[in-house]
C-alpha cells in the first residue's frame, strides 16, 4: 500500500496509505494467499484411470472385498518444535515449545505410513522411525493386514490397493512389487494394485478422509515424544466414524536396497492391458515358483572375443599335433564339429590336403 501511496503521490495524486487500502476494497480486491488448483500439466489418460480407479473400488465393495488407500504422510521432527494452529487452553497459559523451529538433521524423525479402509472407514497408521523406503511402506500395509484386515475381512482372497505412483510405493519401485509379492506369498492373498497419474495425490482416499483428520486432531501440539504422536494419532475420530489405530515401527529400514532382475522374474506378477506401470495384479506363487525365487540360475560368465579366439587357437593347435582329422579331434573332445570347423576357416583359412606323390 505504502508503495501505490508514493508512486501516485509523485505523479501529483497526494494519497495516504490507508486511503490506497480503502480504494481497493471497494474495488473488490482483498488480500488472497495463493490457491492450490492447478494440477499443471495432464496425462491424457488421468480420467479414465480415475474411472478405472473408482470402478474397480466399487466392485470389490461390492462384493464385501476391502479397498484401501495407502499414502505417507509428511515426515515430523520429535522435538518441542511449534506446530501449526490452536488449541483451547487456559488464558495465559500456551504450551511452551523452543523459540527456533531450525531443521535439526539430527534430530530423531517420525514418519506415519497409513492404511485407511475405505469400505469401512477406519484407519491404522504405522509410525516409523527409520527411512521411509518401499519396503516400510510394505511392512506396513502387512501391519495392518494382520492387525486389522484378517478379522474385518477373514474370507477375503483378494485385496484393492489404490497408491500414488510416487514415494515409497511408486508405480515404477521394483522393491515396493517384490514386498507386496511375499505379502501374497504369506497371506495367500491377491493384491490388486492401482496407481494414481502423476500429479494427482490430492485424490487418493487417503489424504482427504484420513490424513486431513488427523492433522486437525495434533493442531497446536508439540511433537514432543513418539508415544505422542502415537497417542494424538490414535484419538483422532470424526462425526462420521472414523476411528484410527496406531503404532510405533522400531524396525530398521535401510536405504539403497534393490530388487535384482532375477528377483523381478520370479514374481507372480500380471500388469494390465491398460497402463500396467499403474495397474497390476501380484497373485500368490506356486511351490513351484517358491523353488525357482530361492534358487536363482547360475550368472553367465562372459566370454570375450578375444578369449574365444585365443580359445579356438589352443585347440588348432592341439588337433594338428594330434595327427587327427577335425571330426575325430571334435568328437574325443567333445567339441561341436561344424564351430570348430568355422572357427579353423577363420584363423588360418582353408586347409588344402596334399596329394601323395606318384611312382
Not at 488472497?32 to 480407479?53: C, L
Request: with cysteine; glycine share 6%.
Amino acid at each position: 500500500m505504502r508503495v501505490l501511496a508514493r508512486e501516485l503521490t509523485l505523479a501529483n495524486h497526494p494519497v495516504g496509505a490507508d486511503k490506497v487500502s480503502d480504494l481497493l476494497r471497494a474495488g473488490g480486491y482483498s488480500l488472497q494467499a495463493n490457491a492450490k488448483t492447478k494440477e499443471g500439466i495432464d496425462h491424457p489418460d488421468r480420467n479414465a484411470q480415475f474411472e478405472r480407479i473408482n470402478a474397480k473400488a466399487q466392485e470389490f465393495l461390492a462384493r464385501g472385498l476391502p479397498v484401501v488407500s495407502v499414502d505417507a504422510k509428511k515426515k515430523e521432527s520429535v522435538a518441542e518444535h511449534a506446530t501449526p494452529g490452536r488449541e483451547w487452553e487456559r488464558k495465559g497459559s500456551p504450551v511452551e515449545v523452543v523459540s527456533h523451529d531450525y531443521f535439526d538433521q539430527n534430530a530423531p524423525k517420525a514418519t506415519p505410513y497409513g492404511i485407511y479402509d475405505v469400505g469401512k472407514n477406519l484407519g491404522f497408521v504405522n509410525v516409523g522411525m527409520d527411512h521411509n523406503t518401499p519396503t516400510f511402506a510394505a511392512r506396513s500395509l502387512e501391519k495392518w493386514w494382520d492387525r486389522m484386515g484378517v478379522e474385518l475381512y477373514p474370507e477375503a482372497r483378494d485385496l484393492f490397493v489404490t497408491a500414488d505412483a510416487g514415494g515409497s510405493n511408486a508405480s515404477k519401485s521394483r522393491v515396493w512389487k517384490a514386498n507386496l509379492q511375499s505379502l501374497a506369498d504369506r497371506t495367500g492373498l491377491t493384491i490388486h494394485v492401482s496407481h494414481f497419474p502423476p500429479g494427482t495425490s490430492k485424490w487418493n482416499k487417503i489424504e482427504h478422509r484420513l490424513f486431513s483428520f488427523i492433522t486437525l486432531n495434533w493442531r497446536g501440539r508439540p511433537f514432543a515424544t513418539y508415544e505422542t504422536i502415537v497417542n494424538l494419532i490414535a484419538g483422532t475420530t470424526t462425526s462420521k466414524g472414523l476411528k484410527v489405530k496406531a503404532e510405533l515401527d522400531p524396525d530398521e529400514y535401510p536405504l539403497g536396497i534393490s530388487a535384482t532382475d532375477h528377483v523381478m522374474q520370479t514374481l507372480h506378477l500380471e500388469r494390465h492391458a491398460f497402463h500396467g506401470e499403474w495397474n497390476y495384479t501380484l497373485r500368490p506363487r506356486t511351490a513351484a515358483q517358491l523353488v525357482a525365487a530361492a534358487n536363482p540360475a547360475p550368472e553367465q560368465v562372459v566370454v570375450t572375443h578375444a578369449e574365444r579366439r585365443a580359445r579356438w587357437k589352443r585347440l588348432i593347435s592341439e588337433q594338428m599335433q594330434s595327427g587327427l582329422d577335425g571330426s575325430e579331434f571334435c568328437k574325443q573332445r567333445g567339441i561341436n564339429y561344424h564351430a570348430f570347423a568355422q572357427a579353423r576357416l577363420t584363423l588360418i583359412g582353408k586347409i588344402r590336403k596334399t596329394r601323395k606323390a606318384t611312382k
